[in-house]
């Protein structure tokens, strides 16, 4: 999951971003309005954490921006002035979620965790395929019922393909989506946390669709 | 002593003022009056007093029998026969005072000595005597000398019982008369000052409605007198609010402000745990709590004044909805609104939402599967009452856990910071419209929050 951080404080933009790194997201960080705006504008996110009073161009400004251009992707707001009209400010300018200030990193996650399973359109923590389950508020998974070791890396890219289950994924997709604008394009990570995969889970799990990309399908329809 | 009352000093002032220049005009008058009466009595002496001597001096001149005069008669007064009558005249011998002759009325007695004329300084003398029967008489003496060089003291007298009993009769009206023109003075005086000092009136009640909310400022035109007061007043009234603006936007921003590093601050010391982490986190908790307590506070300061505002509970609810909507819509959860429409809060849209926001999240959080939000204007209260019932399908409290929860936010002073269902800054918030907040169970099956507010 790729995750863009808006937040003007260093501090805590530098605390959200260590934070979301260590629970398996991708992150790019902006520390102004319009960096901010920009890269939503541009990159393919999962999901944005943006401040309200930031430098340069407000939150609630960029946020209608983003929307009134089409941008879906899910935004947690994080403010300080917590009063109804404020919260309903932003739901009305398209905000999805809000976290008041000051919170605990562990409550963002949890909000930011939520949204993103909701907007690939699950209502529960738990995304099962056929005997594969992960439990996304955990980080675990389970292949008929027996806990499976997977790297962070690992897991990310099961959990991407999972939430999207049913559906081609793209290998331009999962990089954008699962790597921040650092990462090399052109190398072949992907084929090789593929393989991984297969290897702890079997192969039939995660299909290769030549050309296309990959697919998580339940084996039952794997024929 | 001290008069407090302008009306009452007005008053006071005028009416003594019209006692005193009345009494004083009643005085005069009667005075005035009992000397031209008296001038009045005097020349009729006169009169009577040179027709005696005219008679006297006729009868002279007829017999020139020495010491004998003649019997002038009545003078054309009838009184003067009549005995006793109060009506007299005598003429004395200047030599030796002897009675020479006296009128009828007179029968026989004599006039005591009046006041003998000073020829040095006149030949007449006026005054006052006793009659015969102890009556009071006014009188009038000539000293006269005939040609044969015989000298009387001619001596008419009158009772001053009439002319004392006109100069009562009179002062009796002019009282009278003056005492209800006093009356009506007082009357129109008290007129005046009410009339006079009716604007105050208007601006004590226009002060008053701005200290109860209902206005924000003094309304209405007042006489030039005051003008100058009400525009002051209105500077006051509008320099104080900016003061409490600026104030509460102060503390506001002080409070935001806290709120990014205070995140930083725990953040960080959740990520090393240790004794310093675990005291800096406990210290951020307090900080933060005494920040919203405080902040809480700060928004409703001196929010009872200049309210005026009206706020249509309808849009404000149904942003409230969205919220709550997009919040917990993926779980399944209804919120349904009831609204009636045209339904007007008598206050500021924030208070509206900051109550049936913080009502409505907390059924959010209860519910099993709905929240229902009813609001309606009460039929028949007077002034206008509105009732907003928020219910919830979730387990609800028990009675006592209602009361407590309820209790907890009775007093604003004292109040400790940091209640679990952020009740008390509702009860708080309703208290300042005079309004309430009470906890019943709802027919859904959970806690139904019934906030009684004005409506307008």
Redesign the interface.
């Known amino acids: 999951m790729r995750v863009l951080i808006v937040e003007d404080d260093v501090n805590l933009n530098r605390q959200l971003a260590d934070a979301l790194r260590d629970a398996g997201y991708a992150v790019d960080a902006a520390v102004d309005g319009e960096e901010g705006h920009h890269l939503g504008d541009t990159e393919p996110y999962d999901a944005v954490i943006l401040d309200l009073g930031l430098p340069m161009m407000d939150g609630l400004s960029i946020l209608e921006n983003w929307r009134r251009s089409g941008r879906t992707m899910p935004v947690l707001i994080l403010t300080a002035r917590d009063r109804w009209s404020d919260k309903v400010a932003g739901i009305d300018a398209g905000a999805d979620d809000y976290v008041a200030k000051p919170f605990h990193i562990e409550e963002v996650l949890a909000r930011l965790r939520a949204l993103v399973r909701r907007a690939a359109g699950h209502a529960t923590n738990d995304i099962e395929c056929g005997p594969l389950r992960l439990d996304t508020r955990a980080g675990r998974v389970t292949l008929d019922g027996r806990p499976v070791k997977l790297t962070s890396h690992e897991y990310r890219l099961l959990s991407y393909l999972m939430l999207h289950k049913g559906r081609v994924v793209s290998r331009t997709e999962i990089i954008e989506h699962l790597y921040d604008q650092d990462f090399d394009r052109d190398s072949n990570t992907i084929e090789v946390f593929v393989g991984r995969l297969r290897k702890k889970l079997g192969t039939d799990l995660i299909r290769t669709i030549r050309g296309l990309g990959y697919a998580v399908e339940p084996p039952a329809h794997a024929d | 002593m001290r008069i407090e009352s302008l009306s009452l000093r007005l008053f006071l002032s005028a009416a003594l003022w019209s006692a005193v220049s009345l009494a004083a005009a009643g005085v005069i008058l009667v005075a005035l009056y009992a000397q031209s009466v008296e001038r009045a009595f005097d020349a009729r002496l006169s009169v009577y007093l040179k027709t005696l001597v005219g008679a006297l001096a006729e009868g002279v001149g007829a017999s020139e029998g020495g010491d004998s005069l003649p019997d002038p008669g009545n003078l054309g007064e009838p009184r003067f026969v009549l005995p006793f009558s109060g009506w007299y005249w005598m003429v004395q011998r200047e030599r030796d005072h002897v009675v020479v002759l006296g009128s009828a009325s007179l029968a026989g007695d004599s006039l005591s000595a009046p006041i003998q004329p000073n020829p040095a300084l006149g030949r007449s003398a006026r005054g006052l005597l006793l009659g015969p029967r102890d009556e009071r008489l006014r009188y009038l003496s000539r000293l006269i000398t005939f040609p044969d060089g015989a000298s009387y003291l001619v001596t008419v007298a009158g009772t001053s019982a009439e002319t004392e009993t006109d100069i009562r009769v009179f002062g009796t009206r002019v009282a009278l008369t003056l005492t209800v023109f006093g009356l009506g003075l007082v009357l129109a005086t008290f007129v005046q000052v009410r009339i006079g000092l009716k604007p105050l009136d208007r601006m004590r009640a226009a002060l008053q409605a701005v200290r109860a909310g209902t206005a924000s400022r003094l309304e209405g035109t007042y006489p030039t007198e005051i003008a100058p007061l009400a525009q002051e007043l209105n500077a006051l009234i509008e320099s104080n609010q900016a003061i409490i603006d600026r104030a509460r936007t102060h503390v506001g921003n002080l409070?935001?402000?806290l709120?990014?590093?205070?995140?930083?601050i725990?953040?960080?010391a959740?990520?090393s745990p240790g004794p310093l982490a675990s005291l800096v986190i406990e210290q951020?908790r307090r900080m933060?709590t005494q920040i919203s307590h405080h902040l809480d506070r700060a928004?409703i300061i001196g929010r009872e004044r200049a309210i005026g505002a009206r706020t249509e509970a309808g849009p404000a609810i149904a942003?409230?909805a969205?919220?709550l909507r997009?919040?917990h819509g993926?779980?399944?959860l209804m919120i349904d609104l009831d609204i009636e429409e045209y339904l007007w809060f008598r206050g500021e849209?924030?208070d509206l939402?900051?109550m049936v926001?913080n009502l409505m999240e907390n059924g959010c959080k209860w519910a099993r599967s709905r929240v229902q939000v009813t609001a309606r204007l009460v039929p028949g209260a007077e002034p206008q009452v509105m009732q907003i019932d928020i219910d919830d399908d979730g387990y609800g409290l028990s009675e006592s856990q209602r009361k407590q929860a309820v209790l907890r936010g009775e007093r604003l002073d004292e109040n400790t910071p940091g209640s679990g269902l952020g009740l008390s800054i509702v009860t708080d918030v309703a208290g300042l419209y005079r309004g309430r907040l009470d906890l019943l169970v709802s027919p859904l099956g959970g806690l139904r929050a019934r906030l009684t507010l004005p409506a307008a």
């Open positions: 409070a935001h402000g709120k990014t590093p205070l995140s930083v725990v953040n960080e959740r990520a951020a933060e928004r942003g409230i969205r919220v997009r919040l993926a779980d399944g849209r924030q939402e900051e926001g």
